[in-house]
T-cell receptor
Framework: DQQVKQNSPSLSVQEGRISILNCDYT??????FLWYKKYPAEGPTFLIS?????DKNEDGRFTVFLNKSAKHLSLHIVPSQPGDSAVYFC????????????FGSGTQLTV | DGGITQSPKYLFRKEGQNVTLSCEQN?????MYWYRQDPGQGLRLIYY???????QKGDIAEGYSVSREKKESFPLTVTSAQKNPTAFYLC????????????FGEGSRLTVL
């Protein structure tokens, strides 16, 4: 049972436009969420995070939105650049049995 | 520079052989992790260790073994019992804080012939 789902395996966006990557989760014990970016044959690198007490966190061109009632988060990249082309993973963690990060299956973004 | 070093980057082995992947970190992190990535799938947790001489099974520990004799080192052995060992293996480390990010190595690609 996938507790963190990224339903879009790929997304193609024109340079300069907005990229929106989505992530859904099912475990109510998750209370913090992270986005990682991964290039081929490299390890993921941390991009941005958000805790459940917030609904938005912004860092430069990257903004993460959290809708707790819908168990949904999204990553917005504005404006999109060719160097943003990568696989993006969302990850979720919490306390207790949810302490270890659970990752989604990733979305390949092509700009 | 602080970071996580995985070796080897590429490894080929014959079926039935055990192989050991190395992971070293100089970030002074207490926690270390091994993940496996397969095409179209997310990162799946194999083993993790929160302190020296202690480690816990993750979601897909069968066919793998680890040790944590030093804080800096967390090697992963892929044994012959692992039914489908060909994959991309990622080591990570992190601080023991809730919400803390993980830092990943560059990965090791294991191909079993």
């Amino acid at each position: 049972d996938q507790q963190v789902k990224q339903n879009s395996p790929s997304l193609s966006v024109q340079e300069g436009r907005i990229s929106i990557l989505n992530c859904d989760y099912t475990n109510s014990m998750f209370d913090y969420f992270l986005w990682y970016k991964k290039y081929p044959a490299e390890g993921p690198t941390f991009l941005i995070s958000i805790s459940s007490i917030k609904d938005k966190n912004e860092d430069g061109r990257f903004t993460v939105f959290l809708n707790k009632s819908a168990k949904h988060l999204s990553l917005h990249i504005v404006p999109s650049q060719p160097g943003d082309s990568a696989v993006y993973f969302c990850a979720a963690g919490g306390t207790g049995s949810a302490r270890q990060l659970t990752f989604g299956s990733g979305t390949q973004l092509t700009v | 520079d602080g970071g996580i070093t995985q070796s080897p980057k590429y490894l080929f082995r014959k079926e039935g052989q055990n192989v050991t992947l190395s992971c070293e970190q100089n970030l002074n992190h207490d926690a270390m992790y091994w993940y496996r990535q397969d095409p179209g799938q997310g990162l799946r947790l194999i083993y993790y260790s929160q302190i020296v001489n202690d480690f816990q099974k993750g979601d897909i520990a069968e066919g793998y073994s680890v040790s944590r004799e030093k804080k800096e080192s967390f090697p992963l052995t892929v044994t012959s019992a692992q039914k489908n060992p060909t994959a991309f293996y990622l080591c990570a480390s992190g601080r023991q804080v809730i919400g803390g990010e993980l830092f990943f190595g560059e990965g090791s690609r294991l191909t079993v012939l």
